[in-house]
């Protein structure tokens, strides 16, 4: 049996993409799973995948839904266990293009761990960031984006050191870019643009390929696992050597 069977997990953004494979991989282990977003249909095709998966139309960006999933998994299983702060928010906004409001949406994303901390110290629980690899590797046109996701990754080390008291551990992955759809979906490109900015990524990500969903929920959920439970306020890197590029 699985060390995360009967654990209680809470994946936001969790109906595409790495969410959702994060999602499958821990209702296969036996854990009860709670996937937020904004999408009603997504997430019920998401949920009918396993029946430990159940969703909930959440943005992670308003404090009251954090507040709503945090019961949500509460309230159906009597306890929590794991969060994956997976939803993100991001664009390509070149800076001659920024504005106040464009700006905020990036780093409007809210995270669910204040709301969650009380249910996470009684199980001695996990908050694992999903960030990027331009969290700490510069790119143009990407600048609030990274930004974004270089202050999720201090904020992980942070919590870490905060949090530790508790028995609260927090870690982060940093993600290669990945056969998710954001281009098209979170980044708003047409499919045209969208190919071309993959294959340039192809051919600069040293293992000449991009990433499958499952490559970055493997990680996810190994974190999430008891067997790490001396690992706390790392960024680990699954990007096929893209930062070191």
Known sequence: MSALHEKVV??????????RAAALSFARKGAKVVI???????????????????????DAAAPDDAVRTIAKAVDTWGRLDVLVNNAG???????????????????AVSLLATAALRHLAGTKGTIINVSSTFGHTPVAGLSHYAASKAALEHLTRCW???LA????????IAAGPTESGALTGMMGLSPEQ???????????????????????????????DPASEWVTGQVIAVDGGLGLA
Do not use: C, M, Y
């Open 194 to 224: 969208a190919a071309a900015i993959e294959e340039q990524e192809r051919e600069r990500i040293p293992l000449k390929r991009r990433g499958e969903p499952d490559d970055v929920a493997r990680w996810i959920v190994r974190l999430a």
């Open 160 to 162: 870490a050191l905060e």
């Open 36 to 58: 937020t977003g904004r999408r009603a249909a997504l997430l019920e095709e998401a949920a009918a995948e396993h029946p430990n998966i159940v969703g909930l139309v959440a």
């Open 89 to 107: 928010a991001g664009a390509i906004l070149p800076l001659a293009e920024a504005s106040a409001d464009r700006i905020t949406k990036i780093f």
């Open 10 to 19: 809470i994946v936001t953004g969790g109906s595409s993409g790495i969410g």
């Open 165 to 172: 008291p508790h028995g609260v551990r927090v870690n982060a």
